[in-house]
Protein backbone atom coordinates (compact mmCIF):
# COMPACT_ATOMS: atom_id res chain seq x y z
CA UNK A 1 0.00 0.00 0.00
CA UNK A 2 2.73 2.30 1.14
CA UNK A 3 4.71 1.65 -2.49
CA UNK A 4 0.96 2.26 -4.26
CA UNK A 5 0.27 5.64 -2.70
CA UNK A 6 4.19 6.68 -3.21
CA UNK A 7 3.54 5.77 -6.97
CA UNK A 8 0.51 7.64 -7.11
CA UNK A 9 2.24 10.92 -5.40
CA UNK A 10 4.86 10.44 -8.32
CA UNK A 11 2.68 9.92 -10.93
CA UNK A 12 -0.36 12.23 -10.44
CA UNK A 13 1.76 15.32 -10.45
CA UNK A 14 3.63 14.34 -14.14
CA UNK A 15 -0.06 13.40 -15.50
CA UNK A 16 -1.85 16.73 -14.37
CA UNK A 17 1.46 18.59 -15.77
CA UNK A 18 1.52 16.72 -18.95
CA UNK A 19 -2.34 17.48 -19.59
CA UNK A 20 -1.91 20.96 -18.45
CA UNK A 21 0.49 21.37 -21.30
CA UNK A 22 -1.24 19.59 -23.75
CA UNK A 23 -4.32 21.61 -22.99
CA UNK A 24 -2.27 24.78 -23.44
CA UNK A 25 -0.47 23.82 -26.30
CA UNK A 26 -3.73 23.06 -28.53
CA UNK A 27 -5.01 26.37 -27.16
CA UNK A 28 -2.14 28.47 -28.39
CA UNK A 29 -1.65 26.07 -31.50
CA UNK A 30 -5.15 26.55 -32.78
CA UNK A 31 -4.33 30.73 -33.04
CA UNK A 32 -2.10 29.75 -36.00
CA UNK A 33 -4.04 26.93 -37.70
CA UNK A 34 -5.56 29.23 -40.76
CA UNK A 35 -2.19 30.73 -41.17
CA UNK A 36 0.26 29.94 -43.50
CA UNK A 37 2.60 27.59 -41.13
CA UNK A 38 5.75 25.73 -43.03
CA UNK A 39 4.71 22.26 -43.56
CA UNK A 40 5.25 19.68 -41.57
CA UNK A 41 4.35 17.15 -38.40
CA UNK A 42 5.31 18.16 -34.74
CA UNK A 43 4.74 14.12 -33.80
CA UNK A 44 3.43 13.19 -30.58
CA UNK A 45 1.87 15.61 -27.85
CA UNK A 46 4.74 17.01 -25.77
CA UNK A 47 6.99 14.21 -27.12
CA UNK A 48 7.26 15.45 -30.36
CA UNK A 49 9.97 14.45 -32.82
CA UNK A 50 12.45 14.05 -30.30
CA UNK A 51 12.68 10.70 -29.73
CA UNK A 52 12.69 10.25 -33.66
CA UNK A 53 15.65 12.58 -33.80
CA UNK A 54 17.74 10.52 -30.87
CA UNK A 55 16.78 7.62 -32.59
CA UNK A 56 18.76 8.61 -35.99
CA UNK A 57 21.25 10.25 -33.24
CA UNK A 58 21.78 6.64 -32.06
CA UNK A 59 22.82 4.91 -35.75
CA UNK A 60 24.75 7.57 -36.30
CA UNK A 61 23.05 9.26 -39.27
CA UNK A 62 21.34 12.41 -37.68
CA UNK A 63 21.41 14.32 -40.86
CA UNK A 64 18.87 11.96 -42.08
CA UNK A 65 15.96 12.71 -39.98
CA UNK A 66 16.34 16.72 -41.31
CA UNK A 67 16.80 15.41 -45.11
CA UNK A 68 13.42 12.73 -44.93
CA UNK A 69 11.60 16.40 -44.05
CA UNK A 70 12.91 18.48 -46.88
CA UNK A 71 12.30 16.03 -49.07
CA UNK A 72 8.84 15.57 -48.00
CA UNK A 73 8.04 19.00 -46.97
CA UNK A 74 10.05 21.51 -47.97
CA UNK A 75 13.74 22.07 -48.42
CA UNK A 76 13.59 25.73 -47.18
CA UNK A 77 11.94 25.15 -43.69
CA UNK A 78 9.71 22.53 -42.04
CA UNK A 79 8.03 22.74 -38.35
CA UNK A 80 8.55 19.93 -35.92
CA UNK A 81 8.50 19.62 -32.41
CA UNK A 82 11.81 19.45 -30.04
CA UNK A 83 12.21 19.04 -26.25
CA UNK A 84 8.82 20.08 -26.01
CA UNK A 85 8.55 23.19 -28.20
CA UNK A 86 7.04 23.86 -31.36
CA UNK A 87 10.07 24.62 -33.34
CA UNK A 88 10.93 25.97 -36.89
CA UNK A 89 13.94 23.86 -39.11
CA UNK A 90 15.49 26.24 -41.24
CA UNK A 91 17.73 24.68 -43.94
CA UNK A 92 20.18 25.36 -46.32
CA UNK A 93 22.81 27.95 -46.50
CA UNK A 94 19.95 30.38 -46.60
CA UNK A 95 18.22 29.25 -44.08
CA UNK A 96 21.58 29.77 -41.85
CA UNK A 97 22.22 33.10 -43.00
CA UNK A 98 18.91 34.24 -42.47
CA UNK A 99 18.89 33.06 -38.29
CA UNK A 100 22.55 34.41 -37.65
CA UNK A 101 21.73 37.73 -39.69
CA UNK A 102 18.64 38.36 -38.22
CA UNK A 103 19.56 37.94 -34.25
CA UNK A 104 18.17 40.43 -31.84
CA UNK A 105 16.06 42.02 -34.99
CA UNK A 106 13.41 38.79 -35.77
CA UNK A 107 15.36 35.92 -33.22
CA UNK A 108 16.61 35.81 -30.40
CA UNK A 109 19.04 33.02 -28.37
CA UNK A 110 16.86 30.73 -26.48
CA UNK A 111 18.12 28.35 -24.04
CA UNK A 112 16.01 24.36 -23.50
CA UNK A 113 15.36 23.38 -20.47
CA UNK A 114 17.85 21.69 -19.95
CA UNK A 115 20.57 24.29 -19.57
CA UNK A 116 18.52 26.66 -17.75
CA UNK A 117 17.87 23.68 -15.03
CA UNK A 118 21.30 22.75 -15.10
CA UNK A 119 22.09 26.54 -15.05
CA UNK A 120 19.55 28.19 -12.90
CA UNK A 121 20.65 31.85 -13.39
CA UNK A 122 20.39 31.46 -16.81
CA UNK A 123 16.34 30.48 -16.61
CA UNK A 124 15.77 33.20 -14.18
CA UNK A 125 17.32 36.23 -16.15
CA UNK A 126 14.70 38.54 -18.00
CA UNK A 127 16.70 39.38 -21.66
CA UNK A 128 18.51 36.43 -22.46
CA UNK A 129 20.08 37.88 -25.21
CA UNK A 130 21.39 40.48 -23.18
CA UNK A 131 23.15 37.92 -21.35
CA UNK A 132 24.31 36.28 -23.84
CA UNK A 133 25.46 39.35 -25.52
CA UNK A 134 27.43 39.88 -22.52
CA UNK A 135 29.35 36.78 -22.20
CA UNK A 136 30.06 36.82 -25.95
CA UNK A 137 31.90 40.00 -25.47
CA UNK A 138 33.88 38.60 -22.40
CA UNK A 139 35.02 35.36 -24.03
CA UNK A 140 36.18 37.84 -27.19
CA UNK A 141 37.97 39.99 -25.13
CA UNK A 142 39.51 36.97 -23.34
CA UNK A 143 40.55 35.17 -26.01
CA UNK A 144 42.72 38.68 -27.98
CA UNK A 145 45.33 37.70 -30.31
CA UNK A 146 48.07 38.58 -27.81
CA UNK A 147 46.75 35.76 -25.02
CA UNK A 148 45.82 33.08 -28.16
CA UNK A 149 49.62 33.36 -28.49
CA UNK A 150 50.80 32.76 -25.59
CA UNK A 151 48.28 30.05 -25.04
CA UNK A 152 49.85 27.62 -27.80
CA UNK A 153 53.39 27.45 -25.54
CA UNK A 154 50.81 26.47 -22.72
CA UNK A 155 49.17 23.54 -24.48
CA UNK A 156 52.23 22.47 -26.28
CA UNK A 157 53.64 21.66 -22.88
CA UNK A 158 50.30 20.22 -21.86
CA UNK A 159 50.50 17.83 -24.90
CA UNK A 160 53.69 17.06 -24.14
CA UNK A 161 52.93 15.75 -20.36
CA UNK A 162 49.44 14.61 -21.42
CA UNK A 163 51.24 11.99 -24.24
CA UNK A 164 54.51 11.46 -21.61
CA UNK A 165 51.82 10.11 -19.06
CA UNK A 166 49.29 8.34 -20.81
CA UNK A 167 50.24 7.35 -23.92
CA UNK A 168 54.25 6.79 -24.56
CA UNK A 169 54.02 3.40 -21.80
CA UNK A 170 50.85 1.82 -23.62
CA UNK A 171 50.68 0.19 -26.49
CA UNK A 172 47.28 -0.02 -26.92
CA UNK A 173 44.30 3.40 -25.71
CA UNK A 174 41.39 4.20 -25.96
CA UNK A 175 41.51 7.76 -27.15
CA UNK A 176 37.93 9.43 -26.48
CA UNK A 177 38.40 9.57 -22.71
CA UNK A 178 42.09 10.42 -23.10
CA UNK A 179 40.81 13.30 -25.44
CA UNK A 180 38.36 14.06 -22.89
CA UNK A 181 40.91 14.16 -20.16
CA UNK A 182 43.55 16.36 -21.89
CA UNK A 183 41.01 19.09 -22.81
CA UNK A 184 39.65 19.11 -19.74
CA UNK A 185 43.30 19.60 -18.41
CA UNK A 186 43.91 22.44 -20.76
CA UNK A 187 40.59 24.35 -19.56
CA UNK A 188 41.06 23.85 -16.17
CA UNK A 189 44.67 25.65 -16.71
CA UNK A 190 43.54 28.16 -19.20
CA UNK A 191 40.08 28.99 -17.45
CA UNK A 192 40.88 28.57 -13.73
CA UNK A 193 44.90 28.32 -13.67
CA UNK A 194 44.59 25.17 -12.37
CA UNK A 195 47.36 22.59 -12.49
CA UNK A 196 46.56 20.58 -9.46
CA UNK A 197 46.10 17.18 -10.71
CA UNK A 198 43.83 16.27 -7.68
CA UNK A 199 41.65 19.35 -7.92
CA UNK A 200 41.05 18.74 -11.29
CA UNK A 201 40.31 15.38 -10.77
CA UNK A 202 37.35 16.42 -7.98
CA UNK A 203 36.11 19.36 -10.76
CA UNK A 204 36.21 16.31 -13.54
CA UNK A 205 34.55 13.79 -11.92
CA UNK A 206 31.27 15.57 -11.17
CA UNK A 207 31.92 16.87 -14.87
CA UNK A 208 31.92 13.65 -16.66
CA UNK A 209 28.36 13.31 -14.91
CA UNK A 210 26.71 15.83 -15.70
CA UNK A 211 27.82 16.05 -19.47
CA UNK A 212 26.38 12.51 -19.99
CA UNK A 213 23.04 13.63 -18.45
CA UNK A 214 22.48 17.29 -19.44
CA UNK A 215 21.34 16.52 -23.05
CA UNK A 216 18.75 13.69 -21.75
CA UNK A 217 15.10 13.71 -21.43
CA UNK A 218 14.79 16.95 -18.92
CA UNK A 219 13.25 14.57 -16.13
CA UNK A 220 14.43 15.31 -12.83
CA UNK A 221 13.39 12.43 -10.70
CA UNK A 222 15.72 10.46 -8.33
CA UNK A 223 18.29 8.18 -10.46
CA UNK A 224 17.44 9.74 -14.06
CA UNK A 225 20.71 10.84 -16.07
CA UNK A 226 18.86 14.23 -15.53
CA UNK A 227 18.75 14.23 -12.21
CA UNK A 228 22.26 13.06 -11.87
CA UNK A 229 23.34 15.88 -14.21
CA UNK A 230 21.93 18.57 -11.79
CA UNK A 231 23.24 17.03 -8.76
CA UNK A 232 26.77 17.18 -10.65
CA UNK A 233 26.66 20.65 -11.22
CA UNK A 234 25.54 21.70 -8.00
CA UNK A 235 28.74 19.98 -6.48
CA UNK A 236 30.81 21.78 -9.37
CA UNK A 237 29.26 25.04 -8.53
CA UNK A 238 29.99 24.28 -4.64
CA UNK A 239 33.99 23.98 -5.79
CA UNK A 240 33.95 27.17 -7.75
CA UNK A 241 32.30 29.36 -5.27
CA UNK A 242 34.81 28.53 -2.92
CA UNK A 243 37.69 29.34 -5.37
CA UNK A 244 36.18 32.39 -6.58
CA UNK A 245 35.88 33.42 -2.68
CA UNK A 246 39.37 32.48 -2.12
CA UNK A 247 40.31 34.55 -4.82
CA UNK A 248 37.86 37.51 -3.91
CA UNK A 249 40.17 37.40 -0.31
CA UNK A 250 43.03 37.42 -2.29
CA UNK A 251 41.66 40.64 -3.89
CA UNK A 252 41.15 42.20 -1.14
CA UNK A 253 44.45 41.44 0.62
CA UNK A 254 46.63 42.29 -2.40
CA UNK A 255 44.89 44.30 -4.72
CA UNK A 256 45.50 42.34 -8.04
CA UNK A 257 45.15 39.35 -9.76
CA UNK A 258 48.32 36.84 -9.27
CA UNK A 259 47.20 35.77 -12.99
CA UNK A 260 45.60 36.15 -16.29
CA UNK A 261 42.63 33.98 -16.93
CA UNK A 262 38.67 33.14 -17.26
CA UNK A 263 38.07 33.61 -13.90
CA UNK A 264 39.53 36.53 -13.00
CA UNK A 265 37.79 38.20 -15.58
CA UNK A 266 34.43 37.27 -14.67
CA UNK A 267 35.36 38.32 -11.29
CA UNK A 268 36.40 41.87 -12.22
CA UNK A 269 34.15 42.87 -15.48
CA UNK A 270 31.43 45.13 -14.52
CA UNK A 271 28.59 46.86 -16.49
CA UNK A 272 27.70 50.04 -17.16
CA UNK A 273 26.01 51.06 -14.03
CA UNK A 274 29.77 49.79 -12.37
CA UNK A 275 28.31 46.36 -11.02
CA UNK A 276 29.89 43.04 -10.74
CA UNK A 277 28.79 39.87 -11.40
CA UNK A 278 27.47 37.68 -8.04
CA UNK A 279 29.39 34.66 -6.65
CA UNK A 280 26.53 32.68 -8.20
CA UNK A 281 26.97 33.89 -11.58
CA UNK A 282 30.63 33.68 -11.91
CA UNK A 283 30.29 30.18 -11.11
CA UNK A 284 27.86 29.35 -13.64
CA UNK A 285 29.47 31.34 -16.03
CA UNK A 286 32.14 29.30 -15.64
CA UNK A 287 30.58 26.49 -15.78
CA UNK A 288 28.98 27.31 -18.68
CA UNK A 289 32.30 27.79 -20.72
CA UNK A 290 33.72 24.61 -19.61
CA UNK A 291 30.78 22.71 -20.87
CA UNK A 292 31.07 24.66 -23.87
CA UNK A 293 34.88 23.75 -24.69
CA UNK A 294 35.00 20.28 -23.72
CA UNK A 295 33.29 18.20 -26.08
CA UNK A 296 34.03 19.74 -29.20
CA UNK A 297 37.39 19.89 -28.79
CA UNK A 298 37.56 16.58 -27.71
CA UNK A 299 35.59 14.77 -30.24
CA UNK A 300 37.12 16.52 -33.18
CA UNK A 301 40.18 15.07 -31.62
CA UNK A 302 38.93 11.77 -31.09
CA UNK A 303 37.90 11.59 -34.74
CA UNK A 304 40.92 13.05 -36.20
CA UNK A 305 42.51 10.09 -34.94
CA UNK A 306 40.27 7.95 -36.09
CA UNK A 307 40.25 9.26 -39.83
CA UNK A 308 44.19 8.99 -39.96
CA UNK A 309 44.00 5.35 -39.48
CA UNK A 310 41.39 5.14 -42.18
CA UNK A 311 42.85 7.43 -44.51
CA UNK A 312 46.99 6.30 -44.70
CA UNK A 313 48.01 9.19 -47.20
CA UNK A 314 45.91 11.66 -45.50
CA UNK A 315 47.92 10.82 -42.03
CA UNK A 316 51.26 11.06 -44.46
CA UNK A 317 50.67 14.59 -45.38
CA UNK A 318 50.18 15.41 -42.05
CA UNK A 319 53.02 13.96 -40.43
CA UNK A 320 54.82 15.38 -43.35
CA UNK A 321 53.58 19.05 -42.87
CA UNK A 322 54.44 18.72 -38.98
CA UNK A 323 58.02 17.40 -39.64
CA UNK A 324 58.54 20.09 -41.70
CA UNK A 325 57.47 22.71 -39.07
CA UNK A 326 60.02 21.25 -36.58
CA UNK A 327 62.84 21.09 -39.41
CA UNK A 328 62.64 24.78 -40.17
CA UNK A 329 63.14 25.90 -36.21
CA UNK A 330 66.00 25.62 -33.78
CA UNK A 331 63.56 24.55 -31.30
CA UNK A 332 60.54 21.80 -31.37
CA UNK A 333 58.61 23.78 -28.97
CA UNK A 334 55.94 25.54 -30.90
CA UNK A 335 54.37 29.25 -31.21
CA UNK A 336 51.52 31.01 -32.96
CA UNK A 337 53.63 31.19 -36.53
CA UNK A 338 53.99 27.61 -35.95
CA UNK A 339 50.15 26.49 -35.57
CA UNK A 340 49.32 29.42 -38.61
CA UNK A 341 51.35 27.18 -40.68
CA UNK A 342 49.70 24.00 -40.21
CA UNK A 343 46.91 24.25 -43.37
CA UNK A 344 46.39 20.83 -44.00
CA UNK A 345 45.91 19.79 -40.81
CA UNK A 346 43.71 21.89 -40.64
CA UNK A 347 41.88 21.00 -43.80
CA UNK A 348 41.81 17.61 -42.07
CA UNK A 349 40.12 18.76 -38.87
CA UNK A 350 37.50 20.93 -40.80
CA UNK A 351 36.51 17.70 -43.06
CA UNK A 352 36.12 15.82 -40.10
CA UNK A 353 34.32 18.43 -38.47
CA UNK A 354 31.61 18.52 -41.50
CA UNK A 355 31.29 15.11 -41.93
CA UNK A 356 30.64 14.49 -37.88
CA UNK A 357 29.65 18.04 -36.56
CA UNK A 358 30.80 18.41 -32.58
CA UNK A 359 27.77 20.94 -32.50
CA UNK A 360 24.26 19.81 -33.63
CA UNK A 361 23.27 23.28 -33.89
CA UNK A 362 21.39 26.18 -32.00
CA UNK A 363 18.29 27.19 -31.28
CA UNK A 364 17.04 30.87 -31.71
CA UNK A 365 12.90 32.23 -30.58
CA UNK A 366 10.79 34.53 -32.76
CA UNK A 367 10.58 38.00 -31.33
CA UNK A 368 7.75 38.74 -33.71
CA UNK A 369 5.68 37.41 -36.20
CA UNK A 370 7.19 37.08 -39.60
CA UNK A 371 7.48 35.63 -42.95
CA UNK A 372 9.91 33.15 -44.49
CA UNK A 373 10.41 31.59 -48.16
CA UNK A 374 6.54 32.56 -47.86
CA UNK A 375 5.66 30.63 -44.26
CA UNK A 376 4.23 32.37 -41.44
CA UNK A 377 6.54 31.94 -38.42
CA UNK A 378 4.57 32.52 -35.36
CA UNK A 379 6.40 34.95 -32.58
CA UNK A 380 7.19 32.61 -29.42
CA UNK A 381 7.77 29.75 -31.95
CA UNK A 382 11.36 28.30 -31.39
CA UNK A 383 13.59 27.93 -34.45
CA UNK A 384 16.49 25.68 -35.13
CA UNK A 385 19.22 25.64 -37.44
CA UNK A 386 21.65 22.78 -38.07
CA UNK A 387 24.79 21.97 -39.75
CA UNK A 388 22.96 18.28 -40.84
CA UNK A 389 20.92 20.22 -43.80
CA UNK A 390 24.42 21.76 -45.64
CA UNK A 391 26.98 19.82 -44.63
CA UNK A 392 26.00 16.48 -46.72
CA UNK A 393 24.18 18.35 -49.65
CA UNK A 394 26.48 17.59 -52.90
CA UNK A 395 25.15 21.28 -53.50
CA UNK A 396 27.73 22.35 -51.30
CA UNK A 397 30.11 19.84 -51.04
CA UNK A 398 30.15 17.47 -53.99
CA UNK A 399 30.67 13.60 -53.38
CA UNK A 400 29.43 14.38 -50.22
CA UNK A 401 30.34 11.32 -48.23
CA UNK A 402 33.90 11.11 -49.87
CA UNK A 403 36.80 12.64 -47.13
CA UNK A 404 38.37 15.25 -48.92
CA UNK A 405 40.16 17.65 -47.09
CA UNK A 406 41.35 19.69 -50.18
CA UNK A 407 37.91 20.87 -50.34
CA UNK A 408 38.70 23.99 -47.75
CA UNK A 409 41.44 25.21 -50.46
CA UNK A 410 41.49 28.68 -51.88
CA UNK A 411 38.19 30.41 -51.45
CA UNK A 412 36.45 27.11 -49.88
CA UNK A 413 33.05 25.96 -49.09
CA UNK A 414 29.78 28.45 -49.82
CA UNK A 415 29.16 31.22 -47.39
CA UNK A 416 27.21 29.92 -44.71
CA UNK A 417 27.09 25.93 -45.65
CA UNK A 418 29.61 25.23 -43.36
CA UNK A 419 28.39 26.17 -40.16
CA UNK A 420 30.45 24.09 -37.68
CA UNK A 421 31.51 27.39 -35.89
CA UNK A 422 28.19 29.71 -36.51
CA UNK A 423 28.67 31.97 -39.24
CA UNK A 424 29.10 35.05 -39.95
CA UNK A 425 28.03 37.86 -37.18
CA UNK A 426 27.49 34.68 -34.97
CA UNK A 427 30.78 33.07 -35.61
CA UNK A 428 31.91 31.18 -32.38
CA UNK A 429 34.46 33.51 -30.50
CA UNK A 430 36.04 30.47 -29.43
CA UNK A 431 37.04 29.13 -32.67
CA UNK A 432 41.18 29.77 -32.74
CA UNK A 433 41.03 29.07 -29.00
CA UNK A 434 39.56 25.49 -29.95
CA UNK A 435 41.84 25.38 -32.83
CA UNK A 436 45.01 26.01 -31.51
CA UNK A 437 44.28 23.24 -29.07
CA UNK A 438 43.17 20.59 -31.66
CA UNK A 439 45.86 21.32 -33.77
CA UNK A 440 48.88 21.56 -31.25
CA UNK A 441 47.61 17.94 -29.78
CA UNK A 442 47.40 16.10 -32.89
CA UNK A 443 50.52 17.54 -33.91
CA UNK A 444 52.26 16.50 -30.90
CA UNK A 445 50.51 12.73 -30.94
CA UNK A 446 51.83 11.93 -35.13
CA UNK A 447 55.06 12.90 -34.39
CA UNK A 448 55.42 10.40 -31.65
CA UNK A 449 53.03 7.43 -33.44
CA UNK A 450 50.92 6.18 -35.92
CA UNK A 451 48.48 4.07 -34.88
CA UNK A 452 45.24 1.49 -36.27
CA UNK A 453 41.81 0.99 -35.03
CA UNK A 454 41.34 -2.12 -33.05
CA UNK A 455 37.65 -2.32 -34.11
CA UNK A 456 37.47 -1.49 -37.71
CA UNK A 457 33.68 -1.29 -37.87
CA UNK A 458 33.09 0.93 -34.37
CA UNK A 459 29.94 2.67 -34.66
CA UNK A 460 29.56 7.12 -33.66
CA UNK A 461 26.64 7.42 -31.62
CA UNK A 462 25.41 11.18 -31.33
CA UNK A 463 23.70 11.03 -28.17
CA UNK A 464 23.99 14.25 -29.30
CA UNK A 465 27.53 14.86 -29.23
CA UNK A 466 29.28 12.39 -31.73
CA UNK A 467 30.91 9.13 -29.68
CA UNK A 468 32.58 6.44 -30.48
CA UNK A 469 30.62 3.57 -29.35
CA UNK A 470 34.00 1.98 -27.97
CA UNK A 471 35.89 4.79 -26.69
CA UNK A 472 37.94 4.35 -30.02
CA UNK A 473 40.40 1.37 -28.90
CA UNK A 474 43.98 2.04 -30.82
CA UNK A 475 47.29 0.12 -31.01
CA UNK A 476 50.24 2.31 -31.23
CA UNK A 477 53.37 2.30 -32.98
CA UNK A 478 55.93 4.85 -31.63
CA UNK A 479 58.21 6.20 -34.82
CA UNK A 480 61.54 4.56 -34.12
Known amino acids: MDLLLLCMLIILPILSYIALKFLFHNSKTSKHNNANLPPGSTGWPLIGETMKLGMFGRLGIPESFYKERMKKYSPQVFKTSLIGE ?9 GNKFLYSNENKLVSMFFPVNLSKVLPHLGEVNNVSEVTYKARNLLVNFLKHEYLQDCVKIVDELARKHLDSKWDSQKEVKALPLAKEFAFEVACKLFLSIDDPSIIQGIAKPFHVLTAGIYSIPVNLPGTAFNKAIKAASLI ?13 HLMAEKSPWSHDLLWDLILVADDDGKLLSELEIADDTLAFLLASQDAISTTITLIVKSLAEFHQVYQEVLKEQNSIVQEKESSELN ?13 ASEVMRLMP ?3 GGFREALVDFSYSGFFIPKGWKLYWTPHTTHKDPQYFPEPEKFDPSRYDGAGPVPYSYVTFGGGPRMCPAKDFARIIILVFVHNLVRRFHWEKLLPNEKILVQPVPIMASGLPVRLHPHI
Open 86 to 94: KTVVFCGAA
Open 237 to 249: REKLLRIIKERKE
Open 336 to 348: WKDVQKMKYLWNV
Open 358 to 360: PSQ
